[in-house]
């Protein structure tokens, strides 16, 4: 076995390892309020689990998932911290108590990392992969819309759905997407020059 070989199994254990943890965190934070299981912490960290397992057990056999799941999942994740890390100013409140603080702070930095170190994404156009980069957060945003108009609240209360309306939705919208469109040109970024010699 060559020492390559070893390292990909080495990499692929690590991407089981973090994946499964941040699956049991989302079992033991949200299995008490599953009233909650719309929040995208949960789907943010769900997704990206199962992603690193399944990478993880592809690795292994040296294939690997499409890379625009990783950048998707990079950038809505870095907003959950962001968002999280926001609240410790005092203007609104996020939970960090058990579970959450792995949901919130660790596993969004650890699964950054596993994209940006152990998956080769320079193959293809930059530009190509960036302009479907925020489709999940999209989503999500949308979702949150829909939901918060048929139910009377959003997700995360930062608004009123009345105080929200569908032109101030594509506003926002175009600005998350531009925001997230910036954090995805940078993890890219990061992930080529910590592949410039793969």
Do not use: W
Not at 11 to 25: E, F, Q, R, T, Y
Not at 33 to 50: A, D, K, M, R, W
């Amino acid at each position: 076995m060559s020492n390559m070989t070893k390292n990909n199994k080495i990499i692929a254990c690590i991407k089981m390892v973090i994946g499964i943890s941040m699956l049991i965190a989302v079992l033991i934070g949200y299995l008490p309020i599953p009233e909650y299981l719309v929040e995208f912490t949960c789907i943010s960290n769900t997704l990206g689990g199962i992603l690193l397992v399944a990478d993880g057990v592809l690795n292994l056999s040296e294939k690997s998932v499409p890379g625009v799941f990783y950048r998707n999942i990079s950038v809505g994740i870095f907003f959950v911290f962001a968002i999280c890390m926001g609240s410790l100013s005092g203007a609104y409140h996020m939970n960090f108590k058990g579970a959450f603080f792995y949901l919130h702070v660790l596993s969004p930095v650890l699964f950054i990392l596993c994209y940006i170190l152990f998956f080769n994404d320079r193959e293809g156009k930059a530009t190509k992969k960036l302009l479907i980069t925020p489709v999940l957060m999209l989503l999500y945003l949308l979702f949150d819309f829909v939901l918060g108009k048929f139910r009377g609240s959003f997700v995360y209360g930062f608004f009123k759905p009345d105080e929200v309306s569908i032109s101030d939705a594509l506003i926002i919208g175009a600005v998350f997407y531009l925001m997230m469109f910036a954090v995805g040109t940078i993890f890219l970024s990061l992930n080529k020059l910590a592949h410039k010699n793969k």
